[in-house]
């Protein structure tokens, strides 16, 4: 079983969410993200997808791109701002869809499982899509989007 832990989020001001807000990086590509961030310089896309703010045409896997991801990053957490939780909690949210309803934790979790397989990876993972965060992360110093991981519905998961 993986184990998970609390940590400290960086967030905007409850008045700033929504235009921090934004979808996740590998739902939309690069001419689709640079249109939903158009006019909005809070727009999580200008961290999670920079290339929006480069020439178009540059290789989305260039230095540049990750130097911009962390340059944008910087100026969101001092600009916009993004605050640091004073304590470290675990985060619920709900996603619907339709009649599905899903309900998952927000927490931190052992790359070290990842890599042991106790987390099992999903079949469709790429090595360039891994690498690609993983460089991203090193970049910004900064785990910013989420992994999803699921789990058997087991009535004593979570003790209180």
């Known amino acids: 079983m993986a184990i998970i832990r609390p940590f400290n989020a960086l967030r905007?001001?409850?008045?700033?969410?929504?235009?921090?807000a934004a979808v996740p990086?590998?739902?939309?590509?690069?001419?689709?993200?640079?249109?939903?961030?158009?006019?909005?310089?809070?727009?999580?896309?200008?961290?999670?997808?920079?290339?929006?703010?480069?020439?178009?045409?540059?290789?989305?896997?260039?230095?540049?791109?990750?130097?911009?991801a962390a340059n944008?990053?910087?100026?969101?957490?001092?600009?916009?701002?993004?605050?640091?939780?004073?304590?470290p909690n675990l985060y619920l949210y709900r996603l619907i869809m339709g009649?599905?309803?899903?309900?998952?934790?927000?927490?931190?979790?052992?790359v070290d499982e990842y890599d042991r397989d106790i987390i099992r990876k999903h079949e469709r993972t790429r090595r360039d899509k891994e690498d690609d965060r993983t460089r991203h992360i090193m970049a910004l110093r900064a785990q910013t989007g989420p992994v999803l991981l699921t789990y058997r519905d087991r009535p004593k998961l979570i003790r209180w």
């Open 25 to 68: 990086y590998d739902v939309v590509n690069t001419e689709e993200a640079r249109a939903l961030a158009s006019g909005n310089p809070w727009s999580f896309l200008h961290v999670s997808r920079p290339e929006i703010d480069l020439p178009a045409g540059t290789p989305i896997y260039s230095d540049e791109v990750y130097a911009k």
């Open 72 to 87: 944008n990053f910087a100026r969101l957490i001092t600009e916009c701002p993004l605050t640091v939780e004073e304590t």
């Open 99 to 110: 009649n599905h309803e899903q309900i998952g934790v927000v927490a931190c979790c052992s």
């Open 12 to 20: 905007p001001q409850a008045e700033r969410a929504p235009q921090v």
